[in-house]
């Protein structure tokens, strides 16, 4: 299974954005399923109130575990990294931005999972 299809699958499942981008990175986080779930919960939505878009949150949280509090540039630089890229392709990165523009939440997890499993594998 992909990183996508994994990231979708979860979403399937009932998770909201941010839990299914960061269980979907679990190699890059080192978190559990159930922990990962649990991290994420009040992220979706756009952290229940449509601003960032719960999809980069949860990547954001991956980089942070992979790379711990110590190294904030590195991580700032991989999260900066991500976020032009889904702006590039989506044009926003406030969950109500992109809803009102119609984008499938589906695209925006699949895109967030594979470019920063992408940016943490480098």
């Given at each position: 299974?992909?990183?996508?299809?994994?990231?979708?699958?979860?979403?399937?499942?009932?998770?909201?954005?941010?839990?299914?981008?960061?269980?979907?990175?679990?190699?890059?986080?080192?978190?559990?399923?159930?922990?990962?779930?649990?991290?994420?919960?009040?992220?979706?939505?756009?952290?229940?109130?449509?601003?960032?878009?719960?999809?980069?949150?949860?990547?954001?949280?991956?980089?942070?575990?992979?790379?711990?509090?110590?190294?904030?540039?590195?991580?700032?630089?991989?999260?900066?990294?991500?976020?032009?890229?889904?702006?590039?392709?989506?044009?926003?990165?406030?969950?109500?931005?992109?809803?009102?523009?119609?984008?499938?939440?589906?695209?925006?997890?699949?895109?967030?999972?594979?470019?920063?499993?992408?940016?943490l594998s480098k």
């Amino acid at each position: 299974m992909t990183t996508e299809e994994k990231a979708s699958a979860l979403h399937d499942r009932g998770y909201n954005c941010a839990q299914s981008v960061l269980m979907t990175l679990q190699k890059h986080s080192g978190l559990d399923e159930k922990t990962a779930a649990a991290v994420a919960t009040g992220f979706g939505g756009g952290a229940g109130c449509r601003e960032l878009c719960g999809a980069i949150s949860g990547a954001v949280m991956a980089a942070g575990m992979k790379y711990g509090a110590e190294n904030r540039p590195l991580i700032n630089g991989v999260d900066r990294e991500l976020i032009a890229a889904f702006r590039e392709k989506f044009g926003a990165v406030r969950c109500e931005d992109l809803k009102a523009a119609k984008i499938p939440c589906d695209d925006l997890i699949r895109f967030a999972a594979a470019k920063m499993d992408e940016l943490l594998s480098k």
